[in-house]
C-alpha cells in the first residue's frame, strides 16, 4: 500500500471518528479530583473555584484578600460582601490505543483491523472529549495535554504519522495525579505484564478505563485442517494437524484470560470493556462515554 | 512393438517404471500435505494449548489413489499404446497395396481410405517401402507404374486415389505387378486387397497372383454391406418400372429410390423391398405425364456408387409426336387446320412438332399423326412402315381424300383394315338420318374405362371391308356396330386408323374430351422415342464421378459415335453420363453393362481375410495426457482445498440450479398448441390470429396441411399488416372453431364427419367462418365424391364458380385465375346474396392442392413442384392465399364500390 493510500484511509478515519462523536454530546469528564494541573477549563465544576463564571457572595473572613471584596454589592448592605467564581477547571485525559503489529489483523475482508477500530474509537472520543473543552493527549508521545480543535488534529495527525508508540502495553510515563487514562488493544499479552503496567498507572491515582479489541475469530478460532499460525510480533509458529480439535480448549483458554483482564481492572477500581470488530463501533465509545461522564450503566 | 489383444505398445519398455510406483506409493505417504499457513494474533494462548495436539502427517487415502493414477496414466501415455494398431507385416520386402477403387467401392470410400492410411502408417513404422495399386484402370486400361513408394509418397498418392464409375479390372493389375522389375527384385514383402466384396474377372487366378507376392491379406466388405445396382427403368404404359439388384439374398432390406428433375428437384420418393432371398426387386413408379416428362435421374438412397444412379433420357421421358404436314412453319389458318384439336390435345403432356415425315422421322419420335390432308409420297410410306416396325405408333385419321378411295387395298397403303372402295360405298354411310354415337368400349381395347360422352356423334366415316380379324383390329365401334377406330400391330409398333377426320367436319368427336383421353391413350401406348441411329459424334455434356454425382466432363473424356452408342462400354474415356447435344441429349448407363453381381468367393486358405468395419487405428497417448492433466488440475484444487485457500460459494450453484429449472420449465411449456385442451387452447388461439387446417388422421396430408399454412403465414406476415401465428390442426368433433378466421379443409376419402362435428362446424359458418375445401387433385373424380358428400352433410348451398367481379379477385392482389400445385380447374364460391352474412361467401372449394405450392419447410424452402410449374405459378398461389386471407378478414370491403375508380384505373381501363 503507497503512502498516500495510507494516508488517504487514516483521513477517512479522522472523519469517520467525527461521524461517530457526533452522534452524542460533548464529554465532560467527570472528576472529584481534577489532575493536579494549572490549566484553566471553561466548564463549571458546581463548586466553588478559579473560574470567569458567578458562582455566590459570602461575607468577607478573616484572611480575605481585600482584592477579593465586590464593592458594589458591599455598598448594599453593611457586610463586606466577597464575589466567588465557579471553579472551572478542564480534567485532563491520557489516550492510548494499541499500535503493535498484533493489531492490523481481520480474519475478513469485510472487516475493519483490530487496529483501524481502535483508531476509530480514540479519536472519536478525543473528538468528545475536545468539544467538552476537555485537555486530551495521547500516551507515549510527549505531547502535553491540551485542548481546541487544533488537538483533535494533531492527534490525528500523530495517529496517521505513525509516531505513536508501537508496543503492545504503553510505556511509563510520569502522568500528573488524578488524570485519566483509557487504554484501547488488544491486551493478548501475558497478564503479569500488564498488571505491572497497570499497577504502576494505578499507583499515581490515576483512574483508568481498559478496552479490549478483538477480531471475532480471535475468540472463536473459525479455523479448520492442517493449519500453521505464526505470530505477528515474532512469537514463532506452531502446526496443528486438525485445529478444529483444539478449539473448545482455545476457547476456554481465552475466557480464562477474559477474567484475568476483568480481575486485574477490578483490583485497581478500573473498568474493562470487551469490543468485537464486528459490532458497531458506537457500542465501547457509549460505554467509554458513560464510564468517563460517570453515569452509572443503563 | 509389444500387442496385448487389440491394444499394442510403440515403446514397451516405458512400462518398466511401473516398477516403480510402490515407492512413490511410500513417498506420496510419507510426504503430508503442506499446511495452511496463517497469522494469528493470540498465538501465545495456542501455544499453552500446543502439547495437547499432534499433527496428521499423513496424506489422505483418496489423494494417494489420485497420484497414484496420475503416475500411472503418465507411464502409460510414453509408452504410446495403439488401439486396434494394424499389424502383421510379415515379410521384408514392400507392402503391395491393392485398392479396389471400381464403382463398387464409393459407397464406403472412407473407410478405405482410413484403412489405406493406416497400412501406410504401419509401414512406415516398419520401414517398409509401398507399392499402391488401384484396380480401376485409366485411359485405355493402362495402370500407373509399380513404383516403391516412401511413407510419405504413398500417403499423397492414396489420397489421389478416387472412386471411379467404372468397374474394376484385376486382371490388368496383377499383369502390371508381375510385370514389375522393382517389385521382382524385392525381397517378398506382404499383400493387401482392399476389395469392395464383389466379384470381377476370376477371382482364384487374381488371388493365387497376389500371394506370389507375400502373404495376402484380404479385406472385403461384410455381407450386409454390399452395394446394390439399379438398372434404368423400362416403360410399361404409364408406369415406369425401375429394378434393382444386390449379390446376395441375405435378409430383407428395404431400400427407397428417389426420381429427381431436370432441375434436380425431387420428384418422388418411393420404396421397394427386397425379400429375404431375393438378388432383384422391381419398383413401379407412376407419375403424372406432367412429372413424367421432367423426369432425368432415378438413384437409390443412400447408396452415393455410379451403378446406383440410373440416368433417363428423352427414351424415357418424352414421347414426342409428329404431324405429318407439308411445311415445317405453322399453318396460316390454323382453326381450318386439320390437327387443331389435336394439336391442342397432345400440347400440354407431350412434346409435338410438324413437318415432312422425312424431318420428322430424323429425330426421335413415339407418334406419327397423318392427316387426310398430310402429303405421304410412296418413299414416306416406306420410311414410316419401317419406322412402325421398330416401335413407332403412326395414327391416321380419315377424310375425303382417303374416302375416295385412294389405293386402299395397296400393302404399302398404311392402313390398318381394308376399306371399302369408292366414294359409293360411303355415299350410303352419307345417308344415315341420325349422326351416330359411340358403343362402350370393349374390354380389349385400350380405351377401355374411358366414359363415353353420349353427345358424341358421327356424321360421316369410311367403312372397313369386313374381314376375318376386324373385330380383333377394332378399338372402337359406333352403337350400330361398325368400327370407328382400327388398329394393326406391326413389328414392335402400331398403326391405327380413326375412321373420321381430325377435325369436326365428319364428326364432334375432336371437340370432346374423349378425344383428349384417347389420344393419351394412345400415346402411352408408344414405346417411346424411336430414332434411327447415324455416326454423329455425341460429345459429353455431363458426366458420373465415381459417388454418383453429374459432373463436367473430364478432359480425357471422348465423344461417342451416335451409331455405336447402345454398344459404346462404360470405362474411363466414357465414363456413365450424358452425350450429344444439351437439347438432345442421351444417356449411358452402368448398370446394364454389368454382369450378375456376385459376392467374392471365401478365400483359400492361407489368405487372411478380414473386413472394413474393424475400428480405425487409435492412438491413446494423446487421451491419456490429457487425462492425467485433468487429474494433476483437480489434485492441485484438492491440495488447495485442504490447505483452506478455496472456498466453495453456495451462490454459484444456487444460480446454475435456477437456471436449469427455469430452462427446463421453458422447454416444458414449449409444447405444441396442438395437445392443449380447454382454456389453454382458447387462449393460445385468441391471442394470435391464426390458420387453421382440418386435421384428417393422415400424417401426410396433415404435415403437407401445416406446412402450406406455415408457408402461407411466413408470406402474409411478409407483405401484409396481418400478423399470424404458427398454424394448428384441428379436429371439428372436438376442438372449438370459433376462433379461427378460416379452415383450410383437405378432402379426403374418409367418410362424413360425426353429427357432433357437422353441427360445430354448421354453427362456425353461421357465425362467419370460412372453408376452403380443397380436393388437391384436378382430375380426381373420388375426391370430388367425397367432397359433394361433405356438402351434403354440412348442407352448402350451390356453389358458382368464381366470376371476375368477385372480391376474391381484388381483395388485396388482383387476380384472374387462382393456381396452387395445380392450375387450370375453377374456384367455387357461395352464389353472391344467397346468404345474409353480407354477401361474403362462407365456402370456399377448389382442387389445386394450394397447401401443396404454399407449404415451405423450416428452412424456408419450397416442398413441392408446382405443375406446370415457374415461380410465377408459384407466386400467384400465395397471392390467392393472401386474397383469401384478406377476404376471411374483411369480408367484402374491397367491394365497395369506392374502390372501383382506383381499380379500374390500375387495369387500365
Redesign the interface.
Known amino acids: 500500500m503507497s503512502s498516500s493510500d495510507t494516508s488517504s484511509r487514516r483521513r477517512a478515519v479522522h472523519h469517520e471518528a467525527e461521524g461517530l462523536a457526533a452522534t452524542l454530546p460533548p464529554l465532560l469528564v467527570a472528576a472529584e479530583r481534577v489532575a493536579a494541573t494549572v490549566a484553566q477549563g471553561v466548564h463549571g465544576r458546581r463548586r466553588v473555584g478559579t473560574g470567569e463564571t458567578f458562582w455566590q457572595f459570602r461575607r468577607y473572613q478573616g484572611g480575605d484578600s481585600a482584592q477579593m471584596i465586590d464593592w458594589r454589592q458591599s455598598a448594599k448592605a453593611d457586610p463586606l460582601y466577597v464575589r466567588e467564581t465557579e471553579w472551572e477547571a478542564a480534567q485532563s485525559v491520557w489516550l492510548w490505543r494499541d499500535a503493535s503489529p498484533?493489531?492490523d489483523?481481520r480474519s475478513a475482508r469485510s472487516l475493519p483491523t483490530?487496529a483501524n477500530r481502535a483508531d476509530l474509537v480514540t479519536l472519536a472520543l478525543a473528538s468528545l472529549l475536545l468539544r467538552a473543552s476537555e485537555r486530551v493527549a495521547l500516551l507515549g508521545t510527549g505531547m502535553k495535554p491540551s485542548s481546541g480543535r487544533i488537538t483533535l488534529n494533531r492527534l490525528a495527525a500523530l495517529i496517521e504519522g505513525g509516531q505513536a508508540s508501537t508496543g503492545s502495553l504503553p510505556v511509563g510515563e510520569r502522568l500528573p495525579r488524578h488524570a485519566r487514562v483509557i487504554l484501547i488493544g488488544?491486551f493478548?499479552?501475558?497478564l503479569e505484564d500488564l498488571r505491572a503496567t497497570v499497577g504502576a498507572l494505578a499507583s499515581r491515582s490515576l483512574r483508568g478505563h481498559l478496552l479490549q479489541v478483538l477480531?471475532p475469530?480471535?475468540e472463536t478460532l473459525p479455523?479448520?485442517?492442517?493449519?500453521?499460525?505464526?505470530?505477528?510480533e515474532e512469537?514463532?509458529?506452531?502446526?496443528?494437524?486438525?485445529v478444529e480439535?483444539?478449539r473448545v480448549?482455545?476457547r476456554e483458554?481465552?475466557t480464562r484470560?477474559h477474567r484475568g483482564l476483568e480481575a486485574l481492572a477490578r483490583q485497581v477500581g478500573w473498568t474493562f470493556t470487551t469490543h468485537r470488530t464486528d459490532r458497531p463501533p458506537q457500542t465501547p465509545l457509549l460505554s467509554l462515554f458513560l464510564a468517563l461522564s460517570e453515569i452509572p450503566d443503563v | 512393438m509389444w500387442t496385448l489383444g487389440t491394444l499394442s505398445f510403440v515403446a514397451p519398455w516405458a512400462l518398466t517404471a511401473l516398477i516403480g510406483l510402490p515407492v512413490l506409493w511410500w513417498l506420496l505417504r510419507i510426504t503430508p500435505p503442506a499446511p495452511r499457513r496463517l497469522r494469528f494474533p493470540p498465538l501465545r494462548i495456542l501455544l499453552n494449548l500446543a502439547t495437547r495436539e499432534e499433527s496428521a502427517a499423513k496424506s489422505p487415502l483418496w489423494l494417494l489413489i489420485l497420484r497414484m493414477t496420475i503416475a500411472v496414466l503418465l507411464i502409460f501415455a510414453v509408452a504410446d499404446p495403439l488401439f486396434n494398431a494394424v499389424q502383421g507385416l510379415r515379410g521384408q520386402g514392400p507392402l503391395v497395396l491393392v485398392v479396389d477403387n471400381g464403382w463398387a467401392s464409393a459407397r464406403d470410400w472412407p473407410a478405405r481410405q482410413a484403412m489405406m492410411s493406416d497400412l501406410i502408417d504401419e509401414s512406415s513404422r516398419a520401414e517398409r517401402a509401398v507399392v499402391l495399386m488401384p484396380t480401376a484402370p485409366g485411359p485405355e486400361g493402362r495402370f500407373p507404374a509399380v513404383d516403391l513408394l516412401s511413407a510419405d509418397e504413398a500417403r499423397t498418392r492414396a489420397e489421389a486415389i478416387r472412386p471411379q464409375p467404372w468397374p474394376t479390372d484385376r486382371a490388368g493389375v496383377l499383369e502390371s505387378l508381375r510385370a514389375s522389375a522393382a517389385l521382382a527384385e524385392a525381397p517378398a514383402g506382404d499383400v493387401v486387397w482392399l476389395g469392395d466384396g464383389l466379384v470381377e474377372g476370376d477371382t482364384y487366378d487374381f488371388v493365387s497372383g497376389l500371394r506370389m507376392f507375400g502373404p495376402l491379406r484380404v479385406l472385403r466388405e461384410g455381407p450386409g454391406h454390399l452395394v446394390a445396382l439399379l438398372q434404368p427403368p423400362v416403360a410399361e404404359g404409364d408406369d415406369l418400372i425401375a429394378s434393382a439388384t444386390r449379390p446376395n439374398g441375405r435378409g430383407d432390406a428395404e431400400i427407397w429410390i428417389r426420381a429427381y428433375g431436370d432441375d434436380g428437384t425431387l420428384l418422388a420418393r418411393q420404396s421397394t423391398r427386397f425379400e429375404a432371398g431375393d438378388l432383384e426387386t422391381a419398383l413401379t413408379l407412376s407419375l403424372p405425364s406432367e412429372l413424367r416428362n421432367r423426369l432425368a435421374r432415378l438413384e437409390i438412397e443412400d447408396q452415393t456408387t455410379a451403378g446406383a444412379v440410373a440416368l433417363l433420357d428423352e427414351r424415357w421421358r418424352r414421347r414426342p409426336v409428329g404431324l405429318v404436314t407439308a411445311e415445317r412453319n405453322a399453318d396460316p389458318q390454323p382453326l381450318l387446320s386439320e390437327f387443331y384439336y389435336v394439336h391442342k390435345a397432345l400440347q400440354p403432356f407431350t412434346e409435338v412438332r410438324r413437318g415432312p415425315v422425312e424431318e420428322l422421322l430424323g429425330r426421335e419420335l413415339a407418334v406419327i399423326v397423318i392427316a387426310d390432308m398430310s402429303p405421304l409420297s410412296d418413299a414416306d410410306r416406306e420410311r414410316i412402315a419401317a419406322w412402325i416396325g421398330e416401335g413407332g405408333v403412326a395414327l391416321r385419321f380419315a377424310g375425303p381424300r382417303l374416302a375416295e378411295g385412294a389405293a386402299n387395298t395397296d400393302p404399302q397403303a398404311l392402313l390398318p383394315v381394308m376399306l371399302r372402295d369408292g366414294g359409293r360405298t360411303l355415299g350410303g354411310a352419307l345417308s344415315w338420318q341420325e349422326p351416330a354415337t359411340l358403343a362402350p368400349f370393349e374390354p380389349a381395347s385400350p380405351f377401355h374405362g374411358l366414359a363415353v360422352p353420349e353427345d358424341v356423334t358421327v356424321e360421316r366415316q369410311v367403312l372397313a371391308l369386313p374381314s376375318l380379324d376386324l373385330a380383333e383390329k377394332t378399338w372402337a365401334r359406333l352403337s350400330d356396330g361398325t368400327p370407328l377406330v382400327t388398329a394393326e400391330k406391326s413389328g414392335r409398333g402400331w398403326l391405327i386408323l380413326v375412321h373420321t377426320m381430325a377435325n369436326s367436319d365428319w364428326s364432334n368427336l375432336p371437340i370432346s374430351g374423349l378425344f383428349v383421353d384417347m389420344l393419351r391413350r394412345i400415346v402411352t401406348l408408344s414405346q417411346g422415342a424411336v430414332a434411327s441411329p447415324d455416326a454423329t459424334p455425341l460429345p459429353p455434356v455431363e458426366v458420373l464421378d465415381g459417388f454418383g454425382r453429374l459432373g463436367p466432363a473430364p478432359a480425357d473424356t471422348l465423344a461417342i459415335s451416335g451409331d455405336v452408342f447402345t454398344e459404346t462400354r462404360v470405362s474411363a474415356v466414357n465414363p456413365p453420363g450424358y452425350y450429344g447435344q444439351e437439347d438432345a441429349r442421351r444417356a449411358l448407363n452402368l448398370a446394364p453393362q454389368l454382369d450378375e453381381l456376385r459376392p467374392l468367393p471365401s478365400m483359400p486358405s492361407g489368405v487372411e481375410v478380414s473386413g472394413y468395419d474393424k475400428a480405425p487405428e487409435l492412438s491413446l497417448k494423446p487421451w491419456l495426457l490429457a487425462a492425467a492433466f485433468l487429474l494433476a488440475l483437480l489434485d492441485y484444487i484438492a491440495s488447495l482445498a485442504m490447505r483452506g485457500l478455496l472456498r466453495f460459494r453456495p451462490s454459484v450453484a444456487a444460480g446454475a440450479a435456477i437456471l436449469a429449472v427455469v430452462l427446463f420449465n421453458g422447454a416444458a411449456q414449449a409444447q405444441s398448441l396442438d395437445q392443449l385442451g380447454g382454456d389453454q387452447f382458447a387462449l393460445e388461439a385468441s391471442l394470435t390470429t391464426r390458420l387453421a387446417f382440418v386435421a384428417s388422421g393422415d400424417d401426410d396430408i396433415d404435415s403437407v396441411s401445416r406446412a402450406g399454412l406455415h408457408g402461407l403465414s411466413v408470406i402474409v406476415n411478409r407483405r401484409t399488416a396481418v400478423e399470424l401465428g404458427p398454424p394448428v390442426g384441428i379436429d371439428p368433433e372436438t376442438d372449438e372453431l370459433l376462433f379461427f378466421p378460416l379452415l383450410y379443409w383437405p378432402v379426403t376419402e374418409q367418410g362424413a364427419p360425426s353429427p357432433d362435428a357437422v353441427a360445430r362446424l354448421r354453427e362456425y359458418l353461421a357465425a362467419g367462418g370460412m372453408i376452403l375445401f380443397d380436393t388437391r387433385d384436378p382430375n380426381g373424380t373420388v375426391s370430388m365424391n367425397a367432397l359433394r358428400g361433405l356438402a351434403d352433410s354440412l348442407e352448402l348451398p350451390p356453389l358458382v364458380p368464381v366470376d371476375s367481379e368477385h372480391v376474391l379477385t381484388r381483395s388485396y392482389y388482383l387476380m384472374r385465375d387462382f393456381p396452387g400445385r395445380w392450375t387450370g380447374s375453377l374456384l367455387w364460391v357461395e352464389q353472391a346474396g344467397e346468404r345474409i352474412n353480407d354477401g361474403v361467401s362462407t365456402v370456399v372449394a377448389g382442387s389445386h392442392d394450394w397447401a401443396g405450392a404454399w407449404a415451405m419447410d423450416e428452412y424456408q424452402r419450397h416442398m413441392f413442384a408446382v405443375v406446370p410449374g415457374g415461380e410465377r405459378q408459384r407466386e400467384m398461389a400465395y397471392r390467392f392465399g393472401i386474397n383469401l386471407i384478406m377476404y376471411a378478414l374483411t369480408g367484402n370491403y374491397k367491394a365497395d364500390q369506392v374502390h372501383l375508380p382506383a381499380i379500374l384505373e390500375r387495369l387500365g381501363l
Open positions: 498484533s493489531m489483523y483490530k488488544d493478548l499479552v501475558p477480531d475469530a480471535e479455523f479448520g485442517g492442517r493449519v500453521r499460525f505464526e505470530g505477528p512469537e514463532g509458529d506452531i502446526l496443528f494437524g486438525r480439535s483444539i480448549d482455545y483458554e481465552m484470560h
